[in-house]
C-alpha cells in the first residue's frame, strides 16, 4: 500500500518533469499490472492509458526476451503527432510520458529515465515497507451465536448393592 505522502512525492516528480521537458503533454506513473499510480494527463484518460501501457509492456518484454536483450528498459512509440514514451520505475512499475512530434528525444530519455528511477525507489520502497509491516488483521472473531441449551437434568444415584 503506498502513503498518501509517496503517492504525493510521486507526483510532484510528474509535474517537475513536465516543468523540465515543456512538449511533455501527459506523465503516468503506474504498476506493470496496469493500475494508475499517479496522473498528470489532461485530455487524456488516466486508466485507459495504464492499462494500454501494461498490454504493450507485456508485448515488449516478450520481444525484448525472445532477441536475447535482456529485461525491458524502455519503450518508444513515434505516432504522426507525438511520442508515447514507456520507461522502468523499479521493479513493479513504470513511467508513460506523452510528448509532441517536436519534443528533442534525447532529452525525453535523459529526464524520463532519471525520473523513472525516482519514482521507482520511492515506490520501491513503499512496496518493502508493506511488506514489513502487513496490515493488521483482526485478532478477534466477531461474536459468534451460541446454541441453546437444554438444561441437564441430574438423577441422583445411590450405590446400594449388596
Do not use: C, F, K, W
Not at 18 to 35: E, F, H, I, S
Not at 76 to 94: C, H, I, K, P, Q
Not at 113 to 139: F, K, Y
Amino acid at each position: 500500500m503506498v502513503s498518501e505522502d509517496d503517492l504525493r512525492t510521486v507526483l510532484e516528480e510528474l509535474h517537475r518533469l513536465r516543468t523540465r521537458v515543456p512538449q511533455l503533454t501527459g506523465a503516468l506513473a503506474a504498476g506493470v499490472d496496469g493500475l494508475v499510480v499517479a496522473h498528470d494527463t489532461p485530455g487524456v484518460d488516466p486508466d485507459g492509458l495504464a492499462a494500454l501501457t501494461a498490454a504493450a509492456l507485456g508485448v515488449s518484454v516478450r520481444v525484448a526476451d525472445a532477441t536475447g536483450n535482456g529485461g525491458l528498459r524502455e519503450l518508444l512509440v513515434r505516432g504522426e503527432r507525438g511520442y508515447v514514451a514507456t520507461y522502468a520505475a523499479g521493479r513493479s512499475a513504470v513511467l508513460t510520458l506523452l510528448a509532441q512530434d517536436r519534443v528533442n528525444v534525447g532529452r525525453l530519455h535523459l529526464e524520463g529515465r532519471r525520473s523513472g528511477a525516482r519514482i521507482g525507489e520511492v515506490l520501491d520502497a513503499a512496496e518493502a515497507a508493506a511488506a514489513r509491516n502487513p496490515p493488521a488483521r483482526q485478532t478477534t472473531a466477531p461474536p459468534r451465536a451460541r446454541a441453546t441449551r437444554t438444561p441437564r437434568t441430574t438423577t441422583a444415584r445411590t450405590t446400594t448393592d449388596s
